[in-house]
């Protein structure tokens, strides 16, 4: 059976790819899968539990409950000064991937062009093919803390830009924008007229500032799609919930080809979101604070072992230079992974910039941490490795 070329082309995703090879193998410690090792708060649990003996099994509306619609604009206006309306200008979705997906397919015409960074999340490029869209990548730098800048943003545009994404804080590579940094963005952004679909999952997981929506900028919410959830900093990722915020016109689209895909996300999760809203806050503090105790730790002990790595503003990755060692990414994973089972991810499955990197998560215990790190020390002066 022949399938379609345009899957075919499009490479499976390279953090899988990689760990398909860890799946069976005894005693390794995993800082891949970018994924909290925090359970989901009991009362955000319990609510689900609770929901289910009530009898809670239906379907809801497309759009989401109502209820926790006005739970997303209560907590956007609280936080963030934001004002969208829960009846048209917001969406539930099956995560944060669904919303992503649904944008694109909304926006983008045969041929648009789409502004990318390199590297990037590894879902960003392939959708925008899968769409119809053509990905220009913009190629981003530690010496500028992997961050794109208006002058990236005049460059790489042409005829054909529709639109551009953005993930701050970033995965792989944790970097965010201050305030100032996006009101220089976003002056590029209204003069080229593109439309900005900003993921901004890790918003909450943000430590030496606090985080700026892109869409409370001046003129910004007009040509904004943002993209939340509750998978990272409620540590929800298996219960599948986000959420999309737009132009009333934008969600209208949205919501007509997720209807006819997911038609709706589960109603327990939406119930367990809905309590996550209401009373999650002193869980989503308590594990920042631990990420962040985390973050020192890891960046402190790889450039003590000698891979250089710039601090990450945001999310619980680091992405160090391996470059010293003389291997490719893939070649450094692979034997890290053999001969003193680490996993780690190849730079390169986030894009071609990617190469000379690894993507560590320090979503992992200091325990683990201490040991992996203390594994990799090994693996370099083994090899005689060290930078």
């Given at each position: 059976m022949k399938i379609s070329r345009t899957v075919e082309q499009i490479p499976p995703s390279g953090i899988r790819a990689f760990f398909d090879l860890v799946l069976g193998m005894k005693d390794v410690i995993s800082l891949g899968v970018g994924e909290p090792d925090f359970v989901t708060a009991w009362n955000i649990r319990e609510r689900a539990i609770y929901s289910l003996e009530e009898g809670y099994t239906s379907y809801t509306s497309n759009k989401g409950m109502e209820e926790l619609r006005r739970e997303v604009s209560r907590y956007l206006k609280n936080k963030y000064g934001l004002d969208y309306d829960y009846e048209d200008e917001i969406l539930i979705t099956v995560g944060v991937s669904e919303g992503f997906d649904l944008s694109l397919r909304t926006i983008i015409e045969k041929g648009d062009e789409v502004l990318v960074t390199d590297p990037s999340y590894v879902s960003y490029g392939p959708i925008v093919t899968l769409c119809g869209g053509k990905s220009v990548y913009i190629k981003t730098l530690p010496g500028n803390g992997f961050k794109v800048t208006p002058q990236d943003i005049n460059k790489h545009c042409s005829k054909k830009t529709k639109a551009i994404i953005l993930n701050y804080p970033s995965n792989p590579t944790g970097a965010s924008y201050s305030r100032k940094e996006l009101k220089e963005l976003s002056a590029a952004i209204r003069k080229k007229n593109l439309i900005v679909i900003s993921d901004e999952i890790y918003c909450d997981l943000t430590y030496d500032f606090?985080?700026?929506?892109?869409?409370?900028?001046?003129?910004?919410?007009k040509r904004t799609i943002y993209l939340n959830g509750f998978s990272k900093a409620f540590a929800m990722t298996g219960w599948r919930i986000g959420y999309a915020c737009a132009p009333r016109e934008v969600i209208a689209g949205m919501t007509k080809v997720h209807q006819y895909t997911m038609m709706c996300v589960p109603i327990m999760s939406q119930m367990a979101a809905i309590e996550a809203l209401k009373n999650g806050e002193r869980s989503v503090q308590e594990m920042k604070r631990e990420y962040k105790r985390r973050r020192e730790y890891v960046i402190s002990r790889l450039n003590e072992i000698g891979l250089s790595c710039h601090k990450p503003e945001g999310a619980f990755y680091a992405f160090p230079s391996i470059k010293s060692t003389s291997l490719t990414s893939m070649e450094f994973a692979s034997r890290l992974l053999k001969e003193e089972k680490v996993a780690v991810v190849p730079g390169t499955a986030f894009g071609p910039s990617g190469e000379g990197?690894?993507?560590?998560?320090?979503?992992?215990?200091?325990?683990?941490?201490?040991?992996?790190?203390?594994?990799?020390e090994r693996f370099l002066s083994k090899n005689k490795m060290r930078g």
């Amino acid at each position: 059976m022949k399938i379609s070329r345009t899957v075919e082309q499009i490479p499976p995703s390279g953090i899988r790819a990689f760990f398909d090879l860890v799946l069976g193998m005894k005693d390794v410690i995993s800082l891949g899968v970018g994924e909290p090792d925090f359970v989901t708060a009991w009362n955000i649990r319990e609510r689900a539990i609770y929901s289910l003996e009530e009898g809670y099994t239906s379907y809801t509306s497309n759009k989401g409950m109502e209820e926790l619609r006005r739970e997303v604009s209560r907590y956007l206006k609280n936080k963030y000064g934001l004002d969208y309306d829960y009846e048209d200008e917001i969406l539930i979705t099956v995560g944060v991937s669904e919303g992503f997906d649904l944008s694109l397919r909304t926006i983008i015409e045969k041929g648009d062009e789409v502004l990318v960074t390199d590297p990037s999340y590894v879902s960003y490029g392939p959708i925008v093919t899968l769409c119809g869209g053509k990905s220009v990548y913009i190629k981003t730098l530690p010496g500028n803390g992997f961050k794109v800048t208006p002058q990236d943003i005049n460059k790489h545009c042409s005829k054909k830009t529709k639109a551009i994404i953005l993930n701050y804080p970033s995965n792989p590579t944790g970097a965010s924008y201050s305030r100032k940094e996006l009101k220089e963005l976003s002056a590029a952004i209204r003069k080229k007229n593109l439309i900005v679909i900003s993921d901004e999952i890790y918003c909450d997981l943000t430590y030496d500032f606090e985080h700026t929506p892109l869409c409370v900028l001046p003129d910004m919410k007009k040509r904004t799609i943002y993209l939340n959830g509750f998978s990272k900093a409620f540590a929800m990722t298996g219960w599948r919930i986000g959420y999309a915020c737009a132009p009333r016109e934008v969600i209208a689209g949205m919501t007509k080809v997720h209807q006819y895909t997911m038609m709706c996300v589960p109603i327990m999760s939406q119930m367990a979101a809905i309590e996550a809203l209401k009373n999650g806050e002193r869980s989503v503090q308590e594990m920042k604070r631990e990420y962040k105790r985390r973050r020192e730790y890891v960046i402190s002990r790889l450039n003590e072992i000698g891979l250089s790595c710039h601090k990450p503003e945001g999310a619980f990755y680091a992405f160090p230079s391996i470059k010293s060692t003389s291997l490719t990414s893939m070649e450094f994973a692979s034997r890290l992974l053999k001969e003193e089972k680490v996993a780690v991810v190849p730079g390169t499955a986030f894009g071609p910039s990617g190469e000379g990197y690894i993507r560590i998560s320090y979503a992992s215990s200091m325990e683990k941490l201490k040991e992996a790190l203390a594994r990799m020390e090994r693996f370099l002066s083994k090899n005689k490795m060290r930078g």
